[in-house]
């Protein structure tokens, strides 16, 4: 039986405001899961778990949690005392608040056969986990649900651009940001062009037939006006890293935007026209536009040197990465807990919630850039790449390049046929879960 729990008796959806008795025609089968079974052609003497519980012969009643409800309205109508419900809401703190039970979440509530009094109560906080309630030993624990892996191969055509083209082949935001993150020192993805091509190679993690997360990107490949990029992953100095096909890394000193992936709104000119001071005086710095919340992250590893407000800045995070690179981060909503003079920041670390503060007319970041002490165009900037494929490493890079090469070869764009190459063996490349 695929996406249902062996042994659901009824479902029940709960509806109603909580009350000291909240469920308005409460019924369920009296038929137990040894039933169950039996129906289904299994033996009688086999077991039945759910959630990792043995629930042979006892009833299983699942619903979702209705607007207002709490643990106690829930479990009022199953006869549980308030006393345990109290001891229970006290112990579980720690392993899951009940003051977070919310709204339309799914629950179970096992009885055993011949009685209505609640013995496990489970809640689903999100698709893979749940935590369990044992209402008897008042034991509570959380635990995940099984998963399963699969690996996604897609390619596209660009029709628009990157994100809505990627996602009509169901591919996710958070590869695309990934995608974007890979190539973005070497592709504009401000002026990509219709008919540029791009191929990914991921992982899938499914719980229920549901897509709940996927893996970092593993093989990708992109070209933009004819000319390819590939991204091939290798293990060097103890670091799983990106190189295209001729050795040379994808990685950077710093990442190529402080968001992800977004658009730039305003760029660097040495005569722009203010619009709040409403004259002409230079911005020196690139406004990515991006709702009031987004995360801001640090493109390179630093060091905080400011962490405050100002009237024409608003809240802003500035970072030394070293006695050449310095960084700014203006007009955030909020500045990231942590943030002070002196604390230390890894590349892609959060920082700051995109805001207004300032001078500013709506949400926006202003991302300032200093070389050797004087501000710079970001854009035009060429950041150093991390070290090539080492000579020693040569022979090894070649062999796991021709293997990604036949696997993207494989790979087939919308309206084209499916290629008839074989497949070699996956890419053992680690998930880094």
Known sequence: ?????????????????ASSLPFLNFQFSEESTAEIADSESKPKNEKVFLFGIDVTGLNIIEGTVAKNQTLGSILAPFNVPYQIIDEIAKKSKNIFDVRGIAFNKKFTVITPADSTQAQFFIYEPNPAEYVVFNLDSIDIYKAEKPAEYRTKEVGGIIESNLSSDMSKQDITYDIVDQFADLYGWSVDFGALQKGDKFKVVYEEKLIDGVVVGVSDIKLAYFEHKGEQFHAIPFEQNGQMNFFDQNGNSLKKAFLRDPLK?????????????????????????????ASTGTEIRSVGDGVVTDAKYTSANGNYVKIKHNGTYTTQYLHMSKIAKGMKPGQRIKQGQVIGYVGSTGLATGPHLCFRFWKNGKQEDWLKEKIPPSEPILAANLVSFTAKKSEALDLLATISLPGEPKKLIAKKSPIPIPSGD
């Open 1 to 17: 039986m695929k996406n249902k729990w062996i042994g659901i008796v009824a479902a029940i959806v709960l509806v109603g405001a």
């Open 261 to 289: 992936y977004t658009r730039i709104s305003s760029r660097y000119n040495l005569k722009r026209f203010h619009p709040v001071q409403k004259r002409y005086k230079a911005h020196l710095g690139t406004d990515y536009a």
